[in-house]
């Protein structure tokens, strides 16, 4: 029972730890409050990953440790290995979601950056360009989110997003799309433009 109690936790904590930036992609179809609670718990990820590591290697620490040699029946030995297999199992696929749960800002930034260089191509003689500073771009994920709404919209030939500076660069079609558009797209998708305009 200790066992499946570390593992819970282990688990448990490696979701909250990447809380920010799955959450929204979660919940964020519903409303636009799941990227504010993502927003809150971003500072709190470091402990979350902190905890989930030392719950982990607690887990290990109960599963792999030497037992002693106490004398049993012979169904009772071999149903306690069958134990030991199955929990040292899911010790193993807990310790792969956890890792992929702390790996998964860093893996969706890396999929966007991939994503937007394969899609560069030559841009049209005229084009219209605008670039916003986001005051809630708290996450690399946030990146993610703010880039997948707007390459979306009809008449967007490219979309940079760029974390260090928070800001956003969108690169349209001013036939196709209205500034206003975009600043609602924005809005919509739960950021906060920090001109205002």
Not at 4 to 18: I, K, N, R, T, Y
Not at 116 to 138: C, D, F, H, Q
């Amino acid at each position: 029972m200790r066992r499946f109690a570390v593992l819970f936790g282990a688990v448990l904590a490696g979701l909250a730890a990447s809380a920010c930036c799955i959450l929204p992609a979660i919940i964020g179809v519903t409303s636009a409050g799941a990227l504010g609670l993502g927003t809150k718990l971003d500072p709190y990820r470091p402990m979350f990953m902190t905890m989930s590591l030392v719950m982990l290697g607690g887990g290990f620490y109960l599963s792999y440790r030497p037992h002693q040699n106490t004398e049993c029946e012979e169904s009772c030995c071999s149903t306690n290995a069958n134990k030991t297999r199955v929990n040292r199992a899911i010790l193993w696929i807990s310790l792969v979601l956890a890792i992929y749960a702390m790996a998964y800002p860093a893996l969706l930034s890396r999929a966007s950056k991939a994503s937007e260089k394969s899609s560069a191509g030559i841009l049209p003689a005229t084009y219209n360009v605008v670039k916003w500073r986001i005051k809630n771009m708290t996450c690399r994920a946030c990146t993610v989110t703010l880039t997948r709404s707007l390459r979306g919209m009809r008449g967007v030939y490219s979309v940079t997003t760029d974390f260090t500076h928070k800001t956003v660069t969108v690169d349209y079609n001013g036939k196709e799309l209205a500034r206003p558009e975009i600043r609602n797209t924005i809005v919509a998708a739960g950021f906060h433009i920090a001109n205002g305009k």
